[in-house]
RNA sequence: GGGCGGAUAGCUCAGUUGGGAGAGCACCGGCCUUACAAGCCGGGGGUCACAGGUUCAAGCCCUGUUCCGCCUACCA
């Protein structure tokens, strides 16, 4: 008996933080900058400083975690590269909102003042995060940890932006962009979310300017309307085609603005005829380079009127609309007001309406940098799983529009660009000039502005290795393995890594991108703060453990589905880890070493059995595992573990260890336990990495941790591998008998504790072989008094009966059970039997089905015909005798 | 407007070359059997959304319909 007997219950708390400072204590977690081991490696998806894990995190943390775990496990060279964004917008509102709480901003502390102290938030507060990773269970090198705005990335970023720019791959230029007047700056097309709005479409007359008549326009915004400098009409409008005059009067502003033809009009809508505000909407923007117009811009950064909005200056955007719809009313030429629903533009930060806004703006040329970056998924040099987000991806990508990557926020990576105060030359460079390289002056400032923080995530697989220099490690592990991550970040992230890495490497950044879905609530609703339905990961860990919450996450994680979360469902997975762990304290009880080999000569049939499930198993865990399916992976162990290993290994077994004398088939039994349970462990690693560390250390035999191990290969203990083929076909047979026995006695109402007398008829004899070496395992688990073996059919008139495959099952049941229960038992099963046989007789009497199906299909269906009729006689038999013996 | 995904047992969902409809939970019955009552043994339960089509054979392939979810878009 081993001395180190495990408590009743596992309890979590403990032994995660034990082992995972054991981890990091011994560098298991670090990969090598070069190896003879296949490389292996991932990039993970840097959360923002400012982030608290959530759902999301912890199913995208997991999964990597079981993909690196599992690689290790089977000899791989591992590095999964960790690190942080500094999320700019995010951050900056952080920390600004932060000051706010002192009563400051940013403004009064100044943009130098106000970057150190973003550094200090982030020096304090920055590894929240990290630290969640790490309960997680996270096997992240963190001795490699990256921060987009450390040193070598920054450096990186600088060099990316200079050679584009000189590449013409980056340019500056006015253009209409999405602005945030919450947050003061320009966004990406990305940074945009759209929501339907109840809105009013506003019909106005604008009067021509011969006092001939008007044209009607229509609008969702009519304040824009101040800063309209034409009214478009399509050229092929007949209502327009004979007007008496070229020009309107704009309302309110008294203002002459031309009219003017441009196809982009749908004559269809409304009146036919389009306001044009260059400077307040990206389509009139376009018509208005078209068409050489002026713009006006009318409503400022700050989402107020500027001083070109005529009386309705300072006026913020909102009050500005209903002043000028009252004074439009006023003037009778609102002409129409009707509901409207139509998308709007919010701040993806802060929610805010966002304006479209006419400002100087830096952007990348995506249409070139994308090419590529189409044709590598094309040409499958990296595939996107599950496929269908390669359409997805693609849509996005042909159609991409440039990047606006200029930010007009404090916090982030400076665009390294100075312009000369006196002759105005723009400069590009690493480092700040000395002096103008057009006039010599030194007088130069630098450009304000900072980068969309995905400039510097787009960066992230190559920059986090030492890019731009050629490092060791580039060279192992570039282009990454996999790259695992949520749809809502595919155009966001990863089509600009794509872009940026064959760009500046020259190959793909990685040669698989896993996209996995999102985790929702119990009722399949996206959780947020605001529905106050969110699940906290860490409070799900500290009630039920990690390995629990993490099983979870992978057994649901089918791909291409939803996970829906709640606690109950991680309670049954709490079950499963504590079923692993009283199995091993079972089976601790009764080993005291372990072994190199297994005495193959005196293993038993449930021995050879395990060992080839195990086999199997583990191959089928493993194939999973590389094509991304979590859920069946686990499934796949957990079925094993708990309804073969338990429901079975481990009872048939029991008789050996408490009962047998020792011996060399005691050994051997001991031998395939421990093997058993060994491989057990590992397979189970990557998915509950503490509950299987904590046993393994327990576990004798095993020198230090199971992330050193090697993934099992049970069938490397037997010599013969053939022969566990043949346990199979065996033990399948009798788990079968024992089955039916406990069917009979679950049916018939007989106590557990009744020892039965039990007869096997069959005209095989390896049926009869089976029965009769198995002997004592089949009693056993069968519960029973006797069980005889007999090749004919003479049987008790008081016996319970059942067809097992060739073999049939007598359950003497005198003096045990009553008869009319027996009677309705059988007439129950011959009644399904019969249902079954109907659906097989109607397909072998279809000429088509015998003319036209594989043979091989026919002679299945042939051989279970047979089977299933043979079975209803028997039955039938029996019932015929049991019905007389009642009356 | 375009696109994608889903609809299978009471609930949540698996079901990958078209040939047996499954799991977990819940439910019912029986068990404190010397690892585990967070457990063990057994059981009931489904026109695979609807309508067509292809096929000897369809949960799976094709077409259409309904409902739900998501992504995306410059129609004022």
């Not at 952007?363 to 499958?380: M, R």
Request: hydrophobic share 40%.
């Amino acid at each position: 008996m081993s001395k180190d007997l495990l408590d009743k219950g596992y309890e979590p708390k403990a032994v995660e933080q034990k082992w995972y400072a054991y981890w990091e204590k011994e560098g298991l977690f670090s990969a090598a900058d070069s190896s003879d081991r296949t490389p292996f490696s991932i990039v993970i998806p840097p959360p923002n400083v400012t982030g608290v894990l959530h759902m999301g995190h912890a199913l995208n943390n997991t999964m990597q975690d079981i993909l690196c775990r599992y690689r290790r496990l089977k000899g791989g060279n591992v590095l999964w590269m960790p690190g942080t964004d500094h999320a700019g917008i995010a951050t900056q509102n952080v920390v600004e909102r932060k000051l706010a709480q002192q009563g400051r901003d940013r403004h009064e502390l100044g943009r130098e003042k106000f970057i150190e102290a973003v550094w200090k938030w982030r020096e304090e507060y920055g590894s929240a995060i990290i630290n969640q990773l790490k309960r997680l269970g996270a096997s992240c090198d963190w001795e490699r940890e990256r921060f987009t705005m450390d040193e070598g990335l920054s450096r990186a970023v600088r060099t990316v932006f200079v050679k584009l720019f000189k590449q013409g791959l980056i340019y500056r230029g006015m253009y209409i962009t999405n602005w945030c007047p919450r947050c003061r700056t320009a966004l990406s097309d990305l940074e945009v979310e759209h929501e339907e709005l109840d809105g009013h479409l506003y019909h106005i007359q604008y009067p021509l300017a011969d006092g001939s008549g008007a044209v009607t326009v229509a609008t969702t915004r009519p304040e824009t309307m101040l800063g309209d400098t034409a009214v478009a009409v399509h050229p092929d409008d007949e209502r327009y085609a004979n007007l008496s005059c070229d020009e309107v009067i704009l309302p309110l502003m008294d203002r002459k603005i031309p009219i003017i033809r441009d196809a982009y009009v749908d004559k269809a809508f409304g009146t036919g005829a389009l306001k044009v505000t260059p400077a307040h909407d990206p389509n009139d923007f376009e018509i208005g380079q078209r068409q050489k117009l002026p713009s006006v811009k009318v409503i400022g950064e700050d989402g107020t009127m500027t001083d070109d909005a005529g009386r309705y200056t300072g006026l913020d955007r909102f009050a500005c609309r209903k002043a000028v719809t009252a004074d439009l009313k006023k003037q009778g030429l609102l002409v129409n007001m009707e509901d409207h629903k139509h998308g709007v533009g919010h701040c993806y930060r802060c929610k805010s309406i966002v304006e479209p806004n006419l400002s100087r703006q830096w952007f990348v040329d995506a249409k070139t940098l994308a090419k590529p970056a189409i044709e590598a998924v094309e040409s499958g040099k990296t595939r996107i799983i599950p496929e269908s987000w390669a359409k997805t991806y693609f849509d996005w990508m042909y159609n991409i529009k440039d990047w606006c990557i200029s930010r007009q926020i404090w916090w982030g990576h400076q665009i390294p660009a100075w312009t000369c105060r006196s002759c105005d030359e723009l400069m590009v460079a690493m480092e700040a000039p000395g002096q103008c390289v057009k006039c010599g002056q030194r007088d130069l400032i630098q450009e304000s502005d900072v980068l969309d923080t995905w400039f510097s995530s787009a960066l992230w697989p190559f920059s986090t290795m030492g890019w731009p220099e050629k490092t060791e490690l580039l060279n192992t592990f570039y282009p990454t393995s996999v790259l695992v991550t949520g749809f809502d970040i595919l155009f966001f992230w990863v089509a600009r890594m794509m872009m940026m890495g064959i760009h500046f490497m020259g190959d793909v950044p990685f040669r698989d991108v896993y996209v996995h879905a999102l985790v929702r609530d119990e009722e399949g609703k996206k959780m947020s703060k605001s529905k106050g339905n969110v699940i906290d990961p860490l409070n799900v860990i500290d009630q039920y453990g990690t390995d629990a919450f993490r099983f979870t996450l992978a057994a649901f994680a089918a791909q291409g589905r939803d996970i829906k979360m709640s606690e109950r469902r991680v309670e049954g997975y709490r079950h499963f880890i504590n079923k692993l762990w009283n199995a091993a304290r079972f089976s601790l009880m009764h080993l005291d070493s372990g072994w190199e080999k297994i005495d193959e000569a005196h293993i038993s049939l449930p021995d050879k059995w395990i060992l080839s499930r195990l086999d199997e198993v583990s191959s089928k865990v493993a194939e999973a595992l590389e094509e991304y399916r979590f859920n069946e992976a686990a499934g796949t162990a957990y079925q094993f573990v708990w309804h073969e290993f338990c429901d079975w290994y481990l009872e048939a077994v029991k008789p050996v260890l408490y009962d047998q004398a020792e011996g060399p088939s005691r050994t051997a039994t001991m031998q395939v336990l421990w093997t058993a349970l060994k491989d057990i462990l590992i397979l189970l690693h990557p998915f509950a990495p503490f509950v299987t560390e904590e046993i393994w250390e327990k576990l004798p035999g095993t020198a230090g941790s199971i992330m050193k191990a090697v993934w099992p290969q049970p069938a490397a203990y037997v010599a013969d591998i053939r022969q566990l083929g043949q346990a199979r076909t065996e033990m399948d047979l009798v788990m079968a008998l024992i089955t039916g026995i406990r069917n009979i006695r679950g049916e018939m109402n007989i106590a557990p504790s009744t020892k039965l007398d039990v007869a096997v008829a069959s005209g095989r004899n390896s049926v009869r072989q089976t029965v009769e070496m198995h002997h004592g395992l089949i009693s056993n688990l069968a519960r029973l008094n006797t069980l005889q073996v007999q090749d004919n059919d003479d049987r008790s008139a008081t016996a319970a009966t059942a067809i097992i495959d060739d073999a049939t099952l007598l359950v003497e049941l005198k003096g045990v059970v009553d008869f009319g229960q027996e009677a309705q038992r059988l007439e129950k099963e011959i009644g399904k039997l019969t249902k079954e046989l109907a659906g097989v007789d109607k397909k072998l009497s279809n000429q088509g089905f015998l003319s036209k199906a594989p043979t091989q299909v026919v002679a299945e269906v042939r051989e279970k015909q047979t089977a299933l009729s043979e079975k209803r006689q028997k039955l039938e038999a029996t019932f015929q005798k049991v019905k007389s013996f009642i009356s």
